[in-house]
């Protein structure tokens, strides 16, 4: 499977996504910001990080940089399109997905692991994974996700809410809520489901001596949906 | 402006100084002139108070690739690999501005490493506050951390490991000291001697702006009433930037166009050109119209002193400036060729085609005043004797508890949760543990690195608290498994024109000295923050060392938290009781008097290479030094992060359990051994002849200790996690 990860000025989570990619075996290579075009790919990637410095809005000015046309184009011709933090945040302001992402409810940055249940699994992300609930990691300062009512009626209509935080045992309370998030969300899907955003890091939990190897099946579970 | 005494004065010079200068000049400077020669002989910049001691310092190893007075120091970790790191303050600024503060004190410190072509892989701190009682405390603390974490997050380094206490002494000067590590190619690093004639010198990154416009003076001097008037000194940080400048700076460094690179920090272009024209010997001449400015009509006397952010001075090779300009375009970055370099062995400066300033270099490099500073001895206090009717009263598991939740002890998460600590995918091992680690990417290798301090100690007696602290340093990487190799230092310090503080600084340096040497832990890089001071009230002396290890197989790394009911739990080290300076001696006698522990370096080298040699052989699966707050305090921590109980066996030949249980002697560790590998650890205490205690077994839930201790770990979690979250909540 042929994957690209984007690379705007102020990503930093771009090598990550890289290795995690290889480690299960994607053929990744790396695309630049002002590259007019994206080589020929099963899966674009947009990484963690602080694109343009996120001025403005987190991923507002990466919404508009050269290259995200290419990614528009090749989201809705059924590509996929993976956002992940930052990336998440960009899908958002390019339209590509609906809502917001809001500074945290706490004002803090947040940097810890977390508990995701998995929502959907009629999708090239998730089908058949083995698991229900996923040990991932976040770390960000905006990921505190809100759209309106009829969004969220849409959202929930079409299954497209992809995973919210939750406990160990896949309970969502306001506990289980590391940032506000309006129904827990920490992932949704586009209404074709080939555009996935999510504040959760996989690429960091990849093998047992970092946070945790949850991630591995992730990325695992894509590629086996691919073939 | 007409330059007089006074005017020098109000430069921070003082009237020898002035008098000095026009001596060597053999005239009257100007007014950028002077504003020059104040910048580089501050205390800052010019170590002038400091130098005659640093010079004692071991510097030297089979590991250390450069020690101190480059940008920062490197050391060998094998395979080509080298790993470059320092330790910066930035203590005034973020006493002023907390958030620019810290985060221009991370900015600064990374670009120290990464100008020496090194990629940043890991961030450190060590900050102190003052009283948690006082009301800035909170405010500054809350500013602080936000400002460390908006900058190292937004570049994608991972902050591994910190230290942060609280102590009156800070109220009117908190300390942020901020560290880096990096790793590069020990064939590919870049230093700031500048060589060869005519070469292009090239000012790469942020425009210049008005901003920290004497910042090193003011870091040079005491606080009094007006602190307020003097935020327009603190810069301001911009992280996207500095990534920008990052990202580009490896790219050019990737093939030979650098001849030298020194970044512009502490006043600025003036010591950025200065240092690489004195190092290689040569003059430098620049042409100021040509920096890129962000304000209109900013004066030679501006530009010269600015501290904006995210700049660097590079020595290019002739020819490669197409090549070089093409790079930082690339990534949107301002460059300007701004000069060139001479044989005239003078910094001159042109401004409007006019020569507005020009002075021998060695006038500001070597010329700079030395001084031998008086300085009084600290006596050793007597050692307190306990009366035992004091202990009576107390119960041991609420003296327990009571620790746990001390300021200086408890669990910082609610700082750390605020820094990105697994950004790079590397990090495996936490903030919260004895040491961070992260392992040297694609590589069976990892990196341990720690920071320490221990004012109490230093300020009881300076010699011996600058011994602690190294020893503590060797410790923290030793209990994760890691060989220490080299250190950073941090010495920050009350005002040096008193006896009583330069004293403080020369034994604490004498003691870092002492153990570094003993240890073959010798000291790379560092720098020197004097005049912490508020009208007139100094800081407790806080030496901070920046240890760093190597583990040479990252799956045998140790971490703390208990691991399996049944094993064994043994305290290797000889437990004297040492109460005095201790927390349990503060905290529940009010007792502040006495000498710190004893440092026996021989008991240190010792017992570390024993424990090194148990971890090498996988004979022991945690491990935790012993320090504050003695053998319980160690014990609770290892169970809270394990989420496992230990029943502690009745001790033979007790005398004083709290002395025993609290004492904060040296040299000691607690280790878990699995029942199989009892034999072997025990063959090795014995080889090495060192003193151990069986204290007990790792069993259930619970603390138990005959029928003094019975603690729940979910009660004892409780009163160790959240002192700092329901303080800042409150």
Known sequence: MRSSVIIFPGSNCDRDMDVALKKFGFKNQMVWHNDQSIPKSDLIVLPGGFSYGDYLRCGSIASKSKIIKSVIDFANSGGLVLGICNGFQILTETGLLNGILQQNKFLNFICCNVFVKVKDKQNKYFKDLKKDVLELHIAHNEGNYFCSDDELKSLEDNNQIAVTYCGKDGTENEKTNPNGAIKNIAGIFNKNKNVLGMMPHPERMIDKYLSGEDGSLFFKNILDNFK | ???????????????????????????????????????????????????????????????????????????????????????????????????????????????????????????????????????????????????????????????????????????????????????????????????????????????????????????????????????????????????????????????????????????????????????????????????????????????????????????????????????????????????????????????????????????????????????????????????????????????????????????????????????????????????????????????????????????????????????????????????????????????????????????????ITEASKYLDFPVVSGNVSFYNETKDKGIKPTPTIGGVGLISDYQRMLTMDFKTDGNLVYVIGKTDGHLDQSIFARELLNEKKGPPPTVNLFNEKNIGETVLDLSRKNLIVSCHDVSLGGILTALSKMCIKGKKGIKINSLKGLTNKYEYFFGEDQARYIVEIPKASLKKVNDILNKYSVHFDELGTVNGQSIVYKDDINLPIEELADAHKYWLKKYMDS
């Open chain 2, 1 to 511: 402006m007409e330059v007089t005494e006074a005017v020098a004065i109000d430069h921070g010079l003082k009237k020898e100084e002035f008098s000095k200068i026009c001596e060597l000049l053999k005239r009257t400077p100007n007014l950028t002139e002077l504003a020059i020669f104040s910048a580089m002989w501050n205390e800052h910049c010019s170590y002038k108070s400091s130098r005659k001691h640093l010079k004692k310092m071991h510097t030297k190893g089979k590991q250390v690739i450069q020690g101190p007075g480059e940008n920062a120091g490197v050391i060998d970790i094998g395979d080509d690999d080298a790993i470059v790191f320092k330790i910066e303050s930035h203590n005034h600024p973020s006493f002023i501005e907390p958030y620019q503060g810290a985060a221009t004190g991370v900015g600064g410190i990374m670009r120290d490493v990464f100008t020496m072509g090194a990629r940043p892989i890991a961030n450190l701190n060590s900050i102190h506050f003052g009283s948690p009682q006082h009301k800035k405390t909170r405010n500054l603390l809350r500013g602080v951390v936000k400002g460390i974490g908006g900058y190292g997050n937004c570049i994608g380094v991972p902050t591994i490991a910190g230290q942060t206490t609280f102590d009156e002494s800070y109220n009117g000067n908190i300390l942020v000291n901020a560290m880096t590590l990096g790793l590069v190619n020990k064939n590919k690093i870049f230093y700031s001697k500048a060589a060869g004639l005519d070469k292009p010198v090239i000012y790469v990154g942020s425009k210049t702006g008005r901003d920290g416009i004497h910042g090193a003076s003011m870091a040079s001097a005491t606080f009094d009433d007006k602190i307020e008037e003097k935020k327009p000194t603190v810069q301001v940080g911009d992280p996207f930037t500095e990534k920008l400048l990052l990202e580009a700076c490896l790219e050019l460094m990737a093939d030979n166009s650098i001849i030298a690179i020194q970044d512009m920090g502490a006043a600025g272009l003036t010591s950025s050109s200065v240092e690489m024209a004195s190092k290689g010997n040569l003059g430098i001449e620049l042409n100021l119209s040509e920096v890129p400015c962000r304000e209109e009509k900013m004066s030679p006397y501006e530009i010269m002193l600015s501290e904006s952010q995210e700049r660097m001075l590079i020595v290019l090779e002739k020819g490669k400036e197409e090549h070089a300009k093409k790079i930082f375009d690339k990534w949107n970055l301002d460059f300007a060729i701004i000069g060139k370099t001479t044989n005239s062995k003078k910094i001159e400066l042109i401004f409007d085609n006019k020569k507005v300033a020009e002075i021998p270099i060695d006038l500001l490099a070597e010329n700079a005043p030395i001084y031998d500073r008086p300085w009084k001895k600290t006596k050793l206090p007597q050692k307190l004797k306990f009366d035992k009717d004091e202990f009576k009263s107390l119960k041991l598991s609420d003296c327990l508890k009571k620790i746990l939740s001390n300021s200086n002890i408890s669990e910082k998460k609610w700082i750390w949760d605020q820094y990105d600590h697994t950004v790079m995918g590397d990090t495996i091992q936490k903030p919260g543990g004895d040491a961070g680690v992260v392992r040297v990417h694609g590589t069976n290798k990892a990196v341990a690195a720690s920071v320490d301090s221990s004012a109490l100690y230093c300020f009881s007696h300076p010699l011996t608290g600058g011994k602690q602290i190294v020893c503590e340093s060797y410790r923290n990487l030793i209990s994760v498994g890691a060989k220490p190799i080299a250190i950073t230092n941090c010495l920050n310090f009350g005002n040096p024109e008193k006896e009583k503080n330069m004293g403080e600084f020369v034994e604490c340096v004498e003691g």
